[in-house]
């Protein structure tokens, strides 16, 4: 959980983490990310080369903290999947930066949209 945290420092939102359960950190986590990958594409578009690097590097960052986060031994194949995805991602996102493209930071929107809206639907119970 410390890479979680640390991913959450870099977000800004500590006044959010005091008292956050595992599930609410995630999902703080899963809102930053989208942050990052709205603003990258925002940048794109206009092109902030500096501001489209930055995003992106901040979106990969918190992907880093959600892939650390997981527990590989006792979350079998979802564990697994959500590893793999979550590089995957990172690495659409490091093809964004170096080509200057929106069509890998669309993609991973969509995917962390499919795996944020997942989340949410967990039981608060279990967090």
């Not at 959010?16 to 986590?29: D, R």
């Not at 697994?80 to 930071?105: F, K, M, S, T, W």
Request: net charge negative.
């Amino acid at each position: 959980m410390n890479a979680v945290v640390s991913a959450y420092k870099q977000m800004d939102v500590t006044g959010q983490v005091a008292g956050a359960s595992p599930k609410e950190l995630i999902g703080l986590l899963f809102g930053g990310l989208t942050d990052r990958l709205s603003k990258a594409l925002g940048c794109i578009r206009y092109d902030d080369y500096a501001g489209k690097s930055e995003a992106l590097t901040r979106a990969i960052e918190i992907l880093e903290g959600l892939r650390q986060s997981l527990d590989l031994e006792q979350g079998g194949e979802l564990a697994a999947n959500l590893n793999g995805l979550y590089l995957y991602c990172a690495q659409r996102l490091l093809r964004a930066n170096i080509d200057h493209d929106e069509a890998p930071v669309v993609e991973v929107i969509s995917l962390v949209k499919t795996i944020s809206e997942a989340w949410d639907a967990i039981d608060p119970e279990l967090g």
